[in-house]
């Protein structure tokens, strides 16, 4: 996967960078406005990460470039500005989605990769990875031709995962992701444990391998072995 | 009291009490004056008495005239002194009625008559009856018109300040609303409009920079924590960390996430604030608040609370991402201040949403419990929570009550 990322930040940038560069893709990035009309200009990307207060310009000029090109990139807004007119404006002009700093890197893996998938696998929508499919559409999840009820949580808890296989995800950005604000009020993540536990159950009994380990107490991590 | 009140008491107390005197003084003057015409009547007759004796050496016949008795009586010599007196004039088959006499006398040499003249005084009283009766009606006419006078001109006259008094009672420091022109030609008034005006513009324009000096500082910092979290995230990937480590890790990751919220708290009420976010609509109340208990449905049986709930249709005019944060709100705050093994009780009518929690046994203070960063002791929130859910209700006119009714907590939104 190639991945543009257009971010002032120094510190971030590099951090997506690497995030994304170890699981494979091949990343570029951009630190202004007129590095990142550059490239969108000359190069082709499956998805490009878009922030909006740049020096020399907004990315809301680039989004649109981007598409008066009729270019067919993903794009993903990563931006502080958390105001729904921003949203609005920026999801009108056809960006894809839409993530408000500050977030967890395993969070905006997770969007690209949906983003991605939905570009790529234009209507097919099944998920493969190893030995189970996922049909996005339907919602279901099958190991071996063999059909397993999720819940809802599971199903997004377990997309989340295959979305960042290899990484650590921490508890905080699962629970973030499942749970969104309400999550703060948890004293401890337990209940993440007991649907995690759900997860492996139900994989296994289906004849699954067992992806998923504890990363020292602090977050899990989704194997790919 | 109002002014108008406590001016026209004032003064009708000296109107009054002014018209009592002049009412007094003027009753003493006419009947002063008619005692007086009556006195000199009486000395005209006592005088007529007097040439008929000195012309013919003898007492006048006494006669009965239709208001004036005169009667004679010898008595001893030097016994009588002369002087006016009031007296009773009796009339025949009538009731005896008030009367003005004269006592004089008249030394004949060789008797000596006390004179008595009386005359009635019905006439007299009856003039200054009608005379003061005039007198009392005009005063109460007078009274009467002054009284609506002012209460016409005064109201008139101050209404200019009544509606100074009326925008600054609806004046909001964080409100769109502008003192509006004044029309009025007293001069009071308009420094006071103008004064009034300044000082609200001053103080909206302080309180927008504060505003804005929040959303900028919260903005900027969001930077660095982004910066923080994707860190950590990287660290986190790092193999072989020690334990010690990644609890250091997690606490750091806590402490981010509290950092993060409280940020984005502050965001959001400045938004609320300026009622930023429009986008209003119809919003399904049961099913939103079905769809938030449902989010919240691990976390509920994490703390094994018991929830409860009782749900009407109802729908509100509304913007649904502010909604759905007011509804988290007052959720995390039912599970945040409850026990474990607590209950909670949410019920939707068509007056208004109730959420109840157990918790404390004692009832939280009303005045304080929506200030800004007010926290219980032993409460994780930023603080905001309940600051931000009041003004979400403000915006959209919904009200938000806390009530104590043990062992429940009782927040309620009234539409």
Known sequence: MKILIIEDEEGLRESI??????????????????????????????????????????????????????????????????????????????????LVKPFHLSELKARVSAITRRKMYDGNNILQFNEISIDLSAKTVTVLNVPIKF?????????????????????????????????????????????????????????????????YGMGYKFNDK | MKLLDKYNRVNLIAAIIIMLITGGIYYLAISSILINEKDKALEVEEQEIFDYVKLNHKLPQVFESPDQQISFKQVPKNSITRQFINTTYYKKYNEPESGRGLISFIDMGHAYYKI?????????????????????????????????????????????????????????????????????????????????????????????????????ASHELLTPIAIINSKLDTLIQTENLSEGQSKLLTDLYGAVNRLTRLNQSMLLLVKVENRLLKD?????????????????????????????????????????????????????????HNYNGGEIRVTLTNECLMIENTGDEFPLKQDQIFTRFHKSSHSEGSGLGLTISKQICENFNLSLDYNFKQPYHQFSIGY
């Not at chain 1, 992701?177 to 009020?185: A, F, N, R, V």
């Open chain 1, 17 to 98: 960078e690497a995030y994304f560069q170890e699981a494979g893709n091949i990343c570029e990035t951009a630190d202004s406005y007129h590095v990142a009309m550059a490239k969108i200009n000359l190069y082709r990307y499956d998805c490009i990460l878009l922030d909006i207060t740049l020096p020399g310009g907004s990315g809301i000029e680039i989004l649109k470039t981007l598409k008066k090109n009729n270019n067919k990139d993903g794009i993903l807004i990563i931006s502080a500005k958390n105001s729904l007119d921003d949203k609005l404006e920026g999801l009108d002009l056809g960006a894809d989605d839409y």
């Open chain 2, 116 to 216: 008595l003249i009386v005359e009635s005084k019905v006439e007299t009283e009856y003039l200054i009856q009608i005379i003061f009766g005039i007198t009392i009606g005009v005063i109460l006419l007078l009274l009467l018109a002054l009284v609506i006078t002012n209460r016409l001109i005064l109201n008139r006259l101050w209404q200019p300040f009544y509606n100074i008094l009326g925008e600054l009672k609806l004046f909001h420091v964080s409100g769109t609303r502008n003192i509006p022109q004044l029309d009025s030609s007293v001069d009071e008034f308009n420094e006071l409009h103008q004064e009034v005006s300044a000082m609200t513009t001053r103080v909206k324009q302080e309180y927008q920079n504060l505003k804005s000096f929040t959303e900028n």
């Open chain 1, 151 to 215: 819940t809802r949580k599971e199903f997004a808890l377990l997309i989340y995962f295959i979305a960042n296989k290899g990484k650590v995800v921490s508890k905080n950005a699962i629970a973030e992701h499942l749970w969104g604000d309400g999550i703060d009020l948890a004293d401890n993540f337990d209940f993440i444990y007991s649907h995690i536990k759900n997860i492996r159950k139900k994989l296994i009994e289906a004849g699954a391998n067992d992806y998923i380990q504890a990363a």
């Open chain 2, 280 to 336: 209003e609509h119809l919003v399904n109340l049961k099913a939103l608040t079905e769809e938030m208990i449902i989010q919240f449905e691990e976390i509920f049986q994490s703390k094994n609370l018991n929830i409860s709930y009782n749900l009407d249709e109802k729908q509100v005019y509304a913007n649904r991402y502010l909604m759905e944060i007011l509804l988290s709100n007052l959720l995390s705050n039912a599970i945040r």
